[in-house]
C-alpha cells in the first residue's frame, strides 16, 4: 500500500508532529541548520493571512517558512 | 607597550550582538564595508584595561559557517582565512541562552576550526524568566570552552567578558565533527599543501572553495582537481554535519540543562502573534504603524529643518558680508555651503524614519511585517524583506538601498534595489510642496481632506504604484530560475532596547551623509560653476545690460541685484544647456528656465526650488508663498496666458514622480550591484517613464 507523505503543509494550527525527513537535497540543508532534524518535533503555529508563509514552533523556537519550503519536509503524526 | 588584539563577535541573528557591541565599543564605532563586496564592517575599540586595547568586529548575524547570503558568507571567510586580516585573535560567541540548540551549531564548527573562542551566554533575564537553568560549569568542561553569563541589554556581565579577553585563551581540544574517511586524503593533501591548522579547515576549503575569495587561482585549482578525484561537490556532507553536529548538541544540552524552560513562558508573544498576524488587525495595525511614520516625517522633521535651512542662509550671508569677494568666495558661499545645507537638512527625516524602523526591528515586530507581506509582495516580483528598504525609500533611497543586503535571493535583491527609487523621498517633497500649492486649489474636499493634501498622499501613492508595476515586470522580464526562502526566525517580542535605536539612527545618518553627502557636494561644486560661468562677454556685460534695460523704473539695488542674477544664470553654461534642451521638453510644456533646473535637480532634486528663485529674480529665498505668488505672475509669451498652468504644473509634478534625477543614487547602485550596467538601465528607464507619462499628462490637460 503507498501512502502519499504528509508534509508539514498539510499540517492544521496547533497540530504537532515529528520530523521524518526531506524530499528536496538543496533546501534540506538549510532547514537542518535552522533546527529541523529528522526526530525532532514540530508544532504548526498559525499561517499568515494569505495562508502562506506560515509559522511553526521547532527546536525551541518560532520560524516561518513558506509553503515551498514547507512541503518538502515529511512528518508522521 | 599598549598591546591590541583583535576580537570578532559571532552568533545567530537575535541574538543580541549588537547590543554587546554596542556596550563595549560605546561610540567609538565605525561602519565600513568589507573589501571588495558590500557588507557592512561594524568595527570599533574597546580598552580592557590600562595596557590592553581590543579591536572589536561585529560580524554579521549567521545559524553556521555554510552561508545562505552575502552577509553571511563573509563570516565563513574571516574564519576561514588566517592569514586575513580581519581574522581575530579571539572570537566571542553570543548565544540566546533561551534557544541553546541553534546558538551551538556554530560553536560546534569554530571549535573544529581551533579559533579560541569564549561562549557568551546572553538575555539570561529572559532565561531566568522562563524558568529555565543550566549548568555553565558542565557545559565550559564538555565543549572545552571558557562560558560567561553576559546581560548584554543591561550591561552585565560585560566586566566579566572583558577579564576573560585578557587572559591567554587556548583553543579546545574537543572535536565535534568527524569527517569522512573517504574524503579524508584530500583533506589531508590541502592541509599539507596550503600549511592549515586543522582538518577541518581544509574541509572547509574543500566544501566551499568558491566562497572564498582569499584563495589564489593556482590554490583554487590544486582544491577544484582534488575535489574531483575525490567525487566532492560543493555541499555533498553538509546534511550529515549538521546532523551529527546537533547530536552532540543535544547530548550537550541534555546533561546541562538542570531545568528546562517553561513552554508557557512565550504564551505572550504567541497572543501578540495571533493580534499582528491577523488578516483584518494585522493589516490595520500596519497601515497605522506606516500613517505614524509618515506623520511624524512631515510634522516633527520640519522644526530642524526649518532650523538648518534659516542656519545655512545666514551662514552663506555672514560669509558674503564678511569676506573678500572673488571667485573662491563666490564658490564657497554659492555652491559649498548651500551643497552641504543641501545634505544636512534630510537629516531629520532620516533621522526619525530610522528610529521608528529601528524600534519596529528591536521589538521583533518587523519579523511580522515580513510575515504579514510576503506572499503580497511575491506576487509583484519582490520579497517579504523588501518592506523595510521600500519603507525606508521614503527618507533617502541611499541608505534603503544598503538596507536590501539582508534580501538572500540576488534576483529578489536586485528587483527592490531598481524600484527603491520610485518611493518618494525628502529630496522631492519640497518640488512637491510649491507645485502642489500652485496647481491645486488650498480647498477642502468631503469636509475634512485638504484637497492639496490628497495630492500628495496621490504622488506617494503613485510612485509606489510605480515601484510594484515596475517589480512585476521585471520579475515577468528577468525570469530568473533562482529559489528564493523565507525561513526566518521569529523573534520573542520585547521593548526596545532605546540605545541600541540611537547607534541605529546615528549608523545609518552618517551613511547618508558620507555616501549621498560626497556626491551631492561634487555635483553642486559642478552645477554651480557651469551655472555661474558662461561665455564671458555676455556674463560681464550683465550689468550693465540690466541697468540700461531699467532706465528710469527706480528699481531697488535689491531688485537690479535679482535681476542680474537671473540675466547671468540666463547666460551662463547651465542656461545654455537649458536653452539647448528645450526643443526636447518643450512637449511636455517646459521652457528654457524650467530646463535649467531639471539639470541642476541633479545635485538633489529639493534645488529645483533654489534654482527656480534665481532665474524668476527672486535673489536666494526658499520662501514658498513668495515663489508661488511669482511663479503664478510668470506669463507665457507664445499664449499670452499663465506660464504656470495646471497641465504644466501636473507634467512637472509627475516627471519629478518618476525622473530618475539623483546621482548618488546611481552611485550607489553602481556599488550594490557592481557594474554600470543596473544604474544605467534605471536613469534610461525612470527618465523614459518620466517623459512619457509627462508628456501624456500635459497633452490630456491642455
Known amino acids: 500500500m503507498v501512502v502519499k507523505n504528509k508534509t508539514v503543509a498539510d499540517m492544521k494550527p496547533g497540530e504537532t508532529a515529528i520530523i521524518v525527513g526531506f524530499s528536496d537535497d538543496q533546501i534540506s540543508v538549510k532547514l537542518l541548520e535552522m533546527g529541523f532534524l529528522p526526530g525532532t518535533s514540530i508544532r504548526f503555529n498559525f499561517k499568515a493571512p494569505f495562508g502562506d508563509p506560515i509559522c511553526v514552533s521547532v527546536s525551541g523556537y518560532d520560524l516561518s517558512l513558506r509553503l515551498d519550503e514547507a512541503i518538502v519536509i515529511s512528518i508522521l503524526n | ?702
Open chain 2, 1 to 702: 607597550m599598549e598591546r591590541k588584539i583583535k576580537v570578532a563577535l559571532t552568533g545567530k541573528p537575535n541574538s543580541g550582538k549588537s547590543s554587546l557591541f554596542n556596550q563595549l565599543t560605546g561610540l567609538n564605532q565605525k561602519v565600513g564595508n568589507f573589501p571588495g563586496v558590500t557588507v557592512d564592517k561594524r568595527t570599533g575599540m574597546c580598552e580592557l584595561d590600562e595596557n590592553t586595547l581590543a579591536q572589536i568586529l561585529d560580524l554579521p548575524g549567521t545559524y553556521s559557517l555554510y552561508p545562505r547570503s552575502l552577509d553571511e558568507k563573509i563570516v565563513a571567510e574571516v574564519f576561514a582565512d588566517r592569514k586575513g586580516i580581519y581574522f581575530p585573535d579571539k572570537v566571542v560567541l553570543v548565544a540566546d541562552t533561551t534557544n541553546l540548540k541553534n546558538c551551538f551549531l556554530l560553536l560546534t564548527q569554530l571549535i573544529d576550526l581551533k579559533i579560541p573562542t569564549i561562549v557568551a551566554l546572553n538575555m539570561v533575564d529572559v532565561a531566568a524568566k522562563s524558568g529555565m537553568s543550566i549548568d555553565i560549569k558542565l557545559l565550559s568542561s564538555l565543549m572545552d570552552v571558557p562560558v560567561v553569563f553576559i546581560n548584554a541589554r543591561k550591561g552585565q556581565g560585560i566586566e566579566k567578558l572583558k577579564k576573560l579577553l585578557l587572559l591567554p585563551l587556548k583553543v579546545s581540544e574537543r572535536k565535534v565533527f568527524a569527517i569522512d574517511s573517504e574524503i579524508m586524503p584530500a583533506v589531508n593533501e590541502i592541509k599539507d599543501k596550503l600549511q592549515l591548522s586543522s582538518d577541518y579547515e581544509s574541509y572547509q576549503l574543500l566544501q566551499q572553495r568558491d566562497h572564498f575569495n582569499f584563495l589564489t587561482a593556482e590554490q583554487k585549482k590544486f582544491i577544484v582537481d582534488l575535489s574531483k578525484e575525490y567525487k566532492v561537490f560543493p555541499g555533498k556532507y553538509q546534511g550529515a554535519e549538521t546532523i551529527l553536529r546537533y547530536g552532540f548538541i543535544q547530548e550537550v544540552l541534555n546533561k546541562i540543562i538542570i531545568r528546562s524552560a517553561n513552554p508557557e513562558w512565550n504564551k505572550m508573544t504567541h497572543q501578540l502573534d495571533r493580534l499582528f498576524t491577523h488578516k483584518i488587525w494585522g493589516y490595520t495595525i500596519f497601515f497605522t504603524v506606516l500613517f505614524l511614520i509618515f506623520q511624524s516625517i512631515f510634522t516633527l522633521a520640519q522644526i530642524p529643518m526649518d532650523f538648518i535651512d534659516g542656519s545655512f542662509a545666514s551662514l552663506s550671508n555672514y560669509l558674503s558680508n564678511h569676506l573678500p569677494h572673488g571667485p573662491l568666495f563666490e564658490m564657497l558661499a554659492s555652491g559649498i555651503i548651500p551643497g552641504i545645507g543641501g545634505i544636512v537638512i534630510f537629516i531629520p527625516q532620516i533621522a526619525i524614519l530610522f528610529a521608528f524602523i529601528a524600534i519596529l526591528e528591536e521589538t521583533g515586530y518587523m519579523a511580522r511585517v515580513v510575515f504579514l507581506m510576503d506572499k503580497i509582495m511575491r506576487q509583484f516580483g519582490l520579497n517579504g524583506k523588501s518592506v523595510v528598504p521600500l519603507m525606508s525609500g521614503w527618507a533617502c533611497a541611499i541608505p534603503a538601498i544598503m538596507a536590501t543586503r539582508t534580501i538572500e535571493s540576488w534576483k529578489d535583491r536586485l528587483i527592490t534595489i531598481f524600484v527603491i527609487p520610485f518611493m518618494s523621498c525628502s529630496a522631492r517633497l519640497p518640488v512637491f510642496a510649491i507645485l502642489v500649492a500652485l496647481v491645486v486649489p488650498d480647498v477642502k474636499v468631503i469636509g475634512i481632506f485638504n484637497l492639496q493634501g490628497v495630492a500628495l498622499m496621490g504622488l506617494y501613492l503613485l510612485g509606489f504604484v510605480a515601484a510594484l508595476v515596475t517589480a512585476w515586470a521585471m520579475k515577468i522580464i528577468l525570469n530568473v530560475k533562482e529559489r528564493s526562502f523565507l525561513i526566518m526566525e521569529m523573534p520573542t517580542y520585547r521593548m526596545p532596547k532605546w540605545s541600541n535605536v540611537g547607534y541605529t539612527i546615528i549608523e545609518k545618518t552618517k551613511t547618508f551623509v558620507y555616501e549621498a553627502g560626497k556626491v551631492i557636494l561634487a555635483v553642486s561644486i559642478i552645477l554651480w560653476v557651469l551655472a555661474s560661468y558662461g561665455p564671458k562677454d555676455e556674463m560681464n556685460g550683465a550689468k550693465e545690460v540690466i541697468q540700461t534695460r531699467n532706465i528710469g523704473m527706480n528699481l531697488s539695488t535689491d531688485e537690479i541685484n535679482n535681476q542680474v542674477a537671473a540675466y547671468k544664470l540666463e547666460h551662463s553654461y547651465a542656461g545654455i544647456i537649458g536653452k539647448g534642451i528645450e526643443p526636447i521638453i518643450k512637449p511636455l510644456g517646459y521652457d528654457w528656465k524650467i530646463g535649467i533646473a531639471l539639470i541642476t535637480s541633479f545635485a538633489a532634486r529639493e534645488v529645483f526650488v533654489g534654482t527656480i528663485a534665481t532665474i524668476y529674480s527672486l535673489g536666494s529665498t526658499n520662501e514658498q508663498p513668495t515663489i508661488k505668488a511669482r511663479l503664478q505672475s510668470e506669463i507665457n509669451p507664445l499664449t499670452g496666458g499663465p506660464r504656470f498652468t495646471p497641465a504644466v504644473g501636473f507634467s512637472l509634478l509627475i516627471f519629478y514622480t518618476f525622473a530618475m534625477q539623483c546621482a548618488s543614487t546611481l552611485a550607489v547602485v553602481k556599488r550594490e550591484t557592481k557594474s554600470w550596467k543596473w544604474p544605467l538601465i534605471q536613469l534610461a528607464y525612470m527618465t523614459g517613464l518620466a517623459y512619457g507619462l509627462a508628456f501624456i499628462i500635459f497633452q490630456i490637460l491642455s
